[in-house]
């Protein structure tokens, strides 16, 4: 497997959907080529990094401000 | 003898039976579907548009276009994702309307390699979170995200932030399942590339 083969599947690896066939291949790949071990875990902490980090705030005032806009606009339109 | 069939037990959605009561008029289950839904609604306005105030008027007109089209809502698919998609669609409308913004599209950038095959193979170390405070943190990731063409920046936000199966991205994003993956990975691939140069194993111990 090339690392271009192996980029190919990243998407089916993370989710657990590499066909049985090529799954071998794959994880033989992770464990000779070091570059694509190295994509493999920075990208996988990229997103994990992205999941658990809540980069916009949604303070109380503004979810309360929304959340009274929403309602207001909601209501308006049905009279 | 007759074959025993196993009986049938599938999971109704709790929102199906808010749905049908705010069909009816019921205010207070929509009220309740608004709670559920407005910080995600907001939180996938902003991540595509970059913008507070524009977020802010998508979550309410996103809102209010699902009140009206209540009726249209067949049941097909999870209300959050019918949701979803339209702010998706309100929220690439306001990019269209930007007269500053270059990119305005789904499909605007995403023909292009361009910085999706990678190049730096530093492992991180320490992991970021060691490497950087919180609000530092925050910094690197908003500004990296924004890097992004919007439709790299979208597929990522409902897959990888928004946790959305690859199915409900695509049917959110009106893509098809291998479109959405090929998007996916290539987000991925930009963003971690630019994330190294912030989080890549250093000698001198210089942050960028």
């Known amino acids: ?51 658990e980090h809540e980069i916009y705030e949604f303070p109380t005032d503004l979810r309360e401000r929304l959340h009274a806009a929403i309602m207001k606009k909601c209501t308006a339109s049905r009279s | 003898m007759p074959a025993i069939q196993s009986p049938v037990t599938e999971e109704i959605h709790p929102d199906v ?3 049908e009561r705010a069909k009816k008029g019921d205010t207070a289950a929509f009220e309740q579907l ?4 407005e910080r995600q609604i907001f939180r ?24 009206e089209k209540l009726d249209q809502f067949q ?11 339209i702010a998706v669609n309100e929220s690439l409308m306001r990019l269209r309307k930007r007269k500053t913004s270059k990119t305005v599209s789904m499909d605007q950038d995403v023909q292009t ?19 950087y405070g919180q609000s530092e943190l925050g910094d690197i990731l908003r ?14 936000t409902l897959r990888d932030v928004e946790n959305l199966s690859t199915e409900e991205t695509a049917e959110a994003l009106g893509l098809s399942v291998p479109a959405v993956k090929s998007r996916l990975l290539r987000a991925r ?20």
């Open chain 1, 1 to 51: 497997m090339t690392c271009t083969d192996f980029l190919a599947q990243l998407t089916d690896y993370f989710d657990g959907t590499v066909d049985p066939k090529l799954l071998a291949d794959v994880q033989a790949h992770i464990c000779e080529c070091h570059h694509c071990e190295v994509v493999l875990d920075t990208t996988r902490q990229t997103i994990a990094i992205y999941r």
């Open chain 2, 44 to 67: 996938v306005a902003q991540h595509i548009t970059q913008n507070r105030e524009d977020a802010e008027d998508i979550a309410q007109d996103a809102f209010l276009k699902a009140y």
């Open chain 2, 75 to 85: 049941g097909n698919s999870k209300f959050s994702t019918w949701l979803v998609r």
């Open chain 2, 189 to 208: 691939l930009q963003l971690r590339e630019r994330l190294s140069r912030y989080f890549k194993q250093k000698n001198g111990g210089a942050k960028p």
């Open chain 2, 113 to 131: 390699e361009d910085g999706s095959i990678p190049r730096d193979f530093a492992e991180w170390r320490p992991n970021p979170e060691q490497l």
């Open chain 2, 34 to 37: 608004v709670r559920q839904y």
């Open chain 2, 143 to 156: 500004k990296t995200i924004q890097g992004l063409p919007p439709g790299f920046r979208t597929v990522f």
């Open chain 2, 17 to 19: 039976a808010l749905v």
